[in-house]
């Protein structure tokens, strides 16, 4: 079935500094979604594409739509201790409307 | 803005016993969902509803759940005889659309299973 990968699985990072990770699929998806998850909270949506090559900030967050429709990317910029949190993508299955979660990156800053 | 809830946010139960979670979706949307997540793993699809009946359900929604929209707001999951298996974080998400429109999720009900 179709599966999304997510890079790293976790990260440790400086107050202030910028953050980039990836998800990856071996089957297209046409929309990708980037949610928030706090602990003890339901997914938050951040960012969501629709086109390949789709290029599209949110305040910090910037995240793009890889062109072979296989991949995409979030970056943070200047992070902040409020970014902790599990970062997943996720996209709808092929002819269905159920939503396919990545694997998650879960992001710690440290002030 | 408008938002997605559900009660209660943490139900603690004895295997074997029946439970039912409440959602009450966003007004105007039409489609409605439930999604699991074990402690530590990723968010799983369970069921997905639309106009009163399953559309799309997973092998995880097997005889012992149940879905059902009682009234104009509420969406409910039954489990009918819990394991422990079943503790885990539950979901609901509902959209306008369906299929690619975004769903948008409320904060989740623990269950945990003794």
């Known amino acids: 079935g179709q599966q999304l990968n997510q890079s790293p699985q976790s990260m440790f990072i400086q107050e202030g500094e910028d953050v980039s990770m990836n998800c990856t699929s071996s089957?297209?998806?046409?929309?990708w979604l980037w949610y928030k998850q706090d602990p003890g909270e339901g997914p938050v949506l951040l960012i969501a594409l629709y086109k390949a090559g789709e290029l599209t900030s949110n305040g910090r967050l910037t995240a793009q739509f890889g062109i072979t429709r296989k991949d995409s990317f979030l970056n943070i910029s200047a992070s902040i201790p409020s970014d902790v949190g599990i970062y997943f993508c996720a996209g709808p299955s092929r002819d269905t409307d159920k939503l396919i979660f990545g694997t998650g990156t879960r992001l710690q800053v440290f002030p | 803005e408008p938002e997605v809830t559900q009660t209660p946010s943490h139900q603690v139960t004895q295997m074997g016993q029946e439970v039912i979670l409440r959602c009450v979706p966003i007004?105007?949307?039409?489609?409605f969902y439930w999604y699991r997540q074990i402690l530590g793993q990723k968010v799983e699809f369970l069921v997905s509803?639309?106009?009163?009946?399953?559309?799309?359900k997973s092998e995880i929604f097997d005889d012992q759940f149940s879905v059902e929209r009682p009234d104009g707001s509420n969406f409910t999951l039954k489990i009918r005889s819990t394991k422990l298996e079943d503790s885990a974080m539950y979901f609901c998400?509902?959209?306008?659309?369906?299929?690619?429109?975004?769903?948008?999720f409320g904060p989740g009900t623990r269950l945990t299973v003794l």
């Open positions: 998400a509902s959209n306008t659309g369906g299929h690619e429109d975004t769903q948008y």
């Open positions: 007004s105007n949307h039409l489609y």
């Open positions: 509803f639309y106009n009163n009946e399953i559309s799309e």
């Open positions: 089957s297209i998806f046409n929309t």
